[in-house]
């Protein structure tokens, strides 16, 4: 059974920094692809950066040259280092392993992330 389980979040000033992390078991990272979506009060869930099982990645706009994703296959975590956090960022952030062929999407059950003075 795949299960992933985020971590990190927590109350942050504007400006400041989070890693988050999401401890991912029932499958082997390194030949899965994982992305990072984040849904804000009354919005949509959107996505904020994915990973590629060559390390390919790709960003929202919004987020771009502040989030980082990046995966350590020895621990079979990704993780999502938010740097320069705005107000906008606040959300609860979702780890997901993308459908891939005939194995569905997994999501994990979230963490909050609150942007704050």
């Known amino acids: 059974q795949v299960q992933l389980v985020e971590s990190g979040g927590g109350l942050v000033q504007p400006g400041g920094s989070l890693r988050l992390s999401c401890a991912v078991s029932?499958?082997?990272?390194?030949?899965?692809?994982m992305a990072w979506y984040r849904q804000a009060p009354g919005k949509q869930r959107e996505l904020v950066a994915g990973i590629q099982t060559g390390a390919t990645t790709n960003y929202a706009d919004s987020v771009k040259g502040r989030f980082t994703i990046s995966r350590d296959n020895a621990k079979n975590t990704v993780y999502l280092q938010m740097n320069s956090l705005k107000p906008e960022d606040t959300a609860i952030y979702y780890c997901?392993?993308?459908?891939?062929?005939?194995?569905?999407?997994?999501w994990g059950q979230g963490t909050q992330v609150t942007v704050s003075s």
């Open positions: 997901k392993r993308p459908r891939v062929g005939t194995r569905v999407a997994v």
């Open positions: 029932g499958i082997m990272l390194s030949v899965n692809p």
